[in-house]
């Protein structure tokens, strides 16, 4: 493992220490199932996994928000807090290598939401502005609780809500599932017994089969999801399959997810979808409108910022506002982070704690700065 930092690492401390947020020191070996089960499937696949003496399962730290969070919950830490990192994560099969850096700020506690997803947004700005004084800065938010008001509002089935929250943030999995209420009943391309199971609707013998069709091919549940897990799955998407979306919430989920405005604009263009829809979305929309008063008291740049309604991020914890940051051409973020209200209750704290936080990949600025990484 390499133990050297990028040649701006000690800038980015110094913004962390001035937006006084405590460096924190989150170890390397990090138990496996708080990722397995909240990570995200695009991050499942590629954790490095091992076992300790005991049979317990380890990893690699892939990212640092679960761990920071659990690392709170371990101490029994006041709050309101801020955590800031800097070291090393892995993943397999990354472009540009399995082990890298990053850095970031989580902010746990904080009561005032709107402020708090500001201040995350206007810390990560601020960082790559002071590493990459030259590169023009692109912001793109979204936000997961405004898309979840739009499906409750539509009237959808609590099992499409449920099916469709978990793809926000996947545009290929969300078109798929979408595609699916144009054809409900189209039948699912399963092994003929699986088939006979899932029709029955036995769940206890699906999950049977299922540990023993994946123990014969020796594969292991810790590796991905769990049988029984995989089975609730296949019986939900049965169950949604006999259900058809009326034309007209379609039609309006549709138009939802192509808003793509500045965020200038952004509040009057989703207060003028929910009248043309004639759906109710007040509770959520001043929840956006606040934040974006609140950005806008950074004064960030707000023509170099734009709100697209099917951004989301491939991590499962996230419940509100979300975001990437770019430059230039680059085709992949240098920043992304966003609001996880739930992810502690999850892990164990014993009250509710919301949380926001940012990552910044390192790696990819040393690249804009023609640095190796």
């Given at each position: 493992?390499t ?6 690492a ?69 709050t ?56 023009a ?7 997961q ?5 739009v ?38 391309n ?55 979306l ?88 240098l920043?992304?982070g ?23 990949w ?12």
């Open positions: 493992m133990s050297r930092y990028p040649s701006f000690g800038e980015i401390l110094d913004l962390f220490a001035e937006r006084e947020a405590a460096l924190t020191d989150i170890a390397i070996i990090q138990p496996a199932d708080p990722f397995l089960d909240m990570a995200g499937e695009d991050l499942r696949r590629r954790i490095f996994l091992t076992e300790s003496e005991t049979g317990e399962t380890l990893c690699l730290r892939p990212e640092f928000t679960i761990p920071v969070c659990l690392d709170h919950i371990d101490k029994r830490a006041s309101p807090r801020r955590y800031a990192y800097l070291g090393e994560v892995f993943r397999q099969r990354r472009e540009g290598g399995a082990e890298f850096f990053q850095a970031g700020i989580e902010d746990l506690g904080a009561e005032d939401r709107a402020a708090a997803d500001a201040r995350s947004l206007a810390d990560a700005h601020a960082v790559l502005s002071r590493v990459l004084p030259d590169a800065l692109q912001v793109t938010l979204g936000d609780a405004v898309f979840e008001a499906l409750s509002a539509l009237g959808l089935p609590r099992g499409w809500q449920k099916r469709l929250a978990r793809a926000f943030g996947s545009p290929a999995m969300l078109e798929a599932a979408i595609a699916e209420f144009t054809n409900p009943h189209a039948a699912a399963l092994p003929r017994e699986i088939a006979s199971l899932v029709a029955r609707g036995d769940e206890e013998r699906l999950t049977q089969h299922i540990e023993e069709a994946m123990q014969a091919a020796g594969l292991s549940p810790s590796a991905g999801r769990e049988p029984d897990e995989i089975a609730r799955r296949l019986l939900e998407k049965a169950a949604l399959r006999s259900v058809r009326a034309d007209t919430a379609l039609d309006a989920l549709k138009a939802f997810l192509v808003i793509n405005v500045p965020l200038a604009q952004a509040g009057k263009r989703l207060a003028a979808f929910a009248e043309e829809t004639g759906i109710f979305l007040d509770e959520a929309l001043a929840e956006f409108g606040a934040r974006a008063e609140r950005i806008a008291g950074h004064s960030l740049p707000l023509n170099a910022i734009q709100y697209d309604a099917g951004f989301g991020r491939p991590l499962d914890y996230y419940t509100g506002f979300i975001f990437e940051i770019g430059a230039g051409d680059l085709r992949q973020p920043v992304g966003g609001r996880y209200d739930r992810l502690l209750t999850l892990l164990g704290a014993e009250k509710p704690i919301p949380g926001v936080g940012f990552s910044i390192l790696d990819r600025i040393a690249a804009l700065r023609g640095e190796a990484p």
